[in-house]
Every structure is written in structure tokens, then in C-alpha cells.
């Protein structure tokens, strides 16, 4: 028996054919995908469980990435110290100004600004050059002063009697002979052979002759006699004179130096080597602050 196969059947079949045929091959595509999956799944899970187990067995002194560290021990304490940093201005409880107490030329000041300074530290110094050239003066003539002392204290020496005693007699016979001469002027002007003026003359000398007798004779009996105590105390006094001059320049050369009444810092320098100032000027400003 024959069949006849229309064409809507023909389609119909061939769709049906076509489906089954997608079906199967789907079916196998997928089947094929899943296993790829559980295979690399597998191999993938294989491959990083080993690696892990060896990390976990493996100790940390022998990964590179692992550092040493050492433990300490903590100790509770009672106290500690910090250092902090504030931002302000000091202000001086004590300033004052301070300047030499005699006048002259500055020829060294040792400080700057901001500088600490103790007490009694030189600050600056004036000029003491004719200080101490009036100094040396007086020191000579101190000497002088003390080798007279020192002789009327000894006594006349021997030799300076006998010079004395020695001229008194010349000055005697000077005397003796303008004497007898002016006895023979009068004579003579008495005899009118001579002037008055010519016998005054005479006179004159032998007047002259006798005073200076007079002032030999009390040195040699000054000499015989001894120095006075009046002359040793009067000597000793124009020694006590020249020590308190001197010690006044010593005093003036002291004043030329400015000391730091108290320790403190140099507020500010007012002046520099070289600028002559007067008595009290200001010199620098002295702070302190506690």
C-alpha cells in the first residue's frame, strides 16, 4: 500500500528530524562541557590543597615573608617625662643699664647681644693708658721720698759733717780777712786815701762773708745735733700723700673696667670700641629673669 506524503508532512518530519537531531548534539555538548568542568575542577582543587597543607605544615622561620620579632615585658611604671614645645615671649623681671663711673675712650667691649653673663664678668673696659703712665710717676718719685726717709731715719752719714765743718771754717777765714780789710779802708778813709763808697764796699763783703758763716755754722750744728723727729714724721707724711694718690689711680683704673652687678643676659649693647663716653652713660642694658 502506498502512502502519499504531502508536502506539510514532509515539513512536518523533517522539523522533528532536525529537533532531535539538535536535542541529541545539545545533550552531548553539554555533557561534554560539565565533565570539562569536573576535570578542571579536579585537577584545579589537585593542584591547590597540596599547597596549602604545605603551608600549614611548613614553620614561618623558613618563609621569606615572615620577620623575626622579640617579645618584651611590659612594667607598669608610676611616672614618665615628655618634652613640649610653647610658643611665647619672656619678659625680664630686672633690667637695668649699666655705664662706667668715670669718663675715657672704650677700647674693648667682650660681650654681644643675647649673651649670659655671671656677676663680677667684665663687660667692657675704657682707655687706663695715662692712668697708668701717672701711675709710674708717682711710684718714682715715692722712691724718692723713701730713700730721704730712710737717711733721716739713719742719721748724717760722717762724710756730709765733715763737708759742713769744712766750709764753715773756709767761710771763717773769708771773714777774718774781709775783716782786717775793711779795718785798713777805714783807715785809709779816715786819711782821706780813699772814697766812702770804696769803704762801703768792704763792708758790704764782710757783712755778706758773716751771714753765710751764720747759715753754715746752724747746718753743721743741725748735723752734729741729729735729725729731728718733727723732720722724720714731716717726711713720712709727704709719703702717705703719694700713696693715696696712687691708690686712687689704682681705684680709677678698677672703674675703668664695667662689671655684671648680678648674672643675667645682654638685653642690649649701646655702644662699641672706639666711642668716648662720659661718666653714667650707658653702656649696655642688663636683664634677668627668673
Known amino acids: 500500500?502506498?502512502?502519499?506524503?504531502?508536502?506539510?508532512?514532509?515539513?512536518?518530519?523533517?522539523?522533528?528530524?532536525?529537533a532531535k537531531k539538535m536535542n541529541f548534539r545539545n545533550v552531548l555538548l553539554t555533557t561534554i562541557m560539565g565533565g570539562g568542568l569536573i576535570l578542571v575542577g579536579f585537577m584545579v582543587g589537585s593542584q591547590y590543597r597540596p599547597q596549602e597543607e604545605t603551608q600549614v605544615k611548613t614553620p614561618y622561620a623558613t618563609s621569606p615573608n615572615v620577620l623575626r620579632v622579640k617579645t618584651l615585658k611590659i612594667t607598669p611604671i608610676s611616672r614618665y617625662s615628655t618634652q613640649r614645645t610653647y610658643i611665647g615671649e619672656t619678659a625680664t623681671m630686672r633690667e637695668s643699664s649699666l655705664g662706667f663711673e668715670r669718663g675715657g675712650k672704650v677700647v674693648q667691649v667682650y660681650i654681644e647681644e643675647g649673651d649670659r653673663v655671671t656677676k663680677g664678668q667684665i663687660i667692657a673696659k675704657l682707655d687706663t693708658s695715662d692712668l697708668e703712665t701717672q701711675k709710674l710717676d708717682l711710684e718714682a718719685?715715692?722712691?724718692?721720698?723713701?730713700?730721704?726717709?730712710?737717711?733721716l731715719?739713719?742719721?748724717?752719714?760722717k762724710e756730709r759733717i765733715d763737708?759742713?765743718?769744712?766750709?764753715?771754717?773756709?767761710?771763717?777765714?773769708?771773714?777774718?780777712?774781709?775783716?782786717?780789710?775793711?779795718?785798713?779802708?777805714?783807715?785809709?778813709?779816715?786819711?782821706?786815701?780813699?772814697?766812702?763808697?770804696?769803704?762801703?764796699?768792704v763792708s758790704f763783703n764782710s757783712n755778706v762773708l758773716a751771714a753765710q758763716l751764720a747759715e753754715a755754722q746752724s747746718l753743721l750744728d743741725a748735723l752734729?745735733?741729729?735729725?729731728?723727729?718733727?723732720?722724720?714724721?714731716?717726711?713720712?707724711?709727704?709719703?702717705?700723700?703719694?700713696d693715696a694718690k696712687i691708690e686712687q689711680i689704682n681705684l680709677d683704673i678698677t672703674k675703668s673696667n664695667l662689671k655684671s652687678p648680678y648674672s643675667g643676659t645682654i638685653a642690649q649693647q649701646l655702644i662699641d670700641e672706639g666711642t668716648v663716653v662720659s661718666i653714667g652713660?650707658?653702656?649696655?642694658?642688663?636683664?634677668f629673669a627668673e
Open 281 to 287: 652713660e650707658s653702656i649696655v642694658k642688663l636683664g
Open 224 to 242: 752734729l745735733a741729729g735729725t729731728r723727729i718733727e723732720q722724720i714724721d714731716k717726711q713720712k707724711a709727704v709719703i702717705k700723700q703719694m
Open 163 to 201: 763737708a759742713a765743718r769744712a766750709k764753715v771754717q773756709q767761710l771763717q777765714e773769708r771773714l777774718s780777712l774781709e775783716v782786717a780789710k775793711r779795718e785798713r779802708r777805714e783807715y785809709l778813709y779816715q786819711e782821706g786815701a780813699i772814697s766812702l763808697e770804696q769803704l762801703d764796699e
Open 153 to 157: 731715719t739713719a742719721g748724717e752719714r
Open 1 to 18: 500500500m502506498s502512502k502519499v506524503w504531502h508536502e506539510s508532512d514532509f515539513s512536518a518530519n523533517l522539523f522533528f528530524i532536525t
Open 141 to 151: 718719685q715715692q722712691s724718692q721720698q723713701l730713700a730721704v726717709l730712710a737717711e
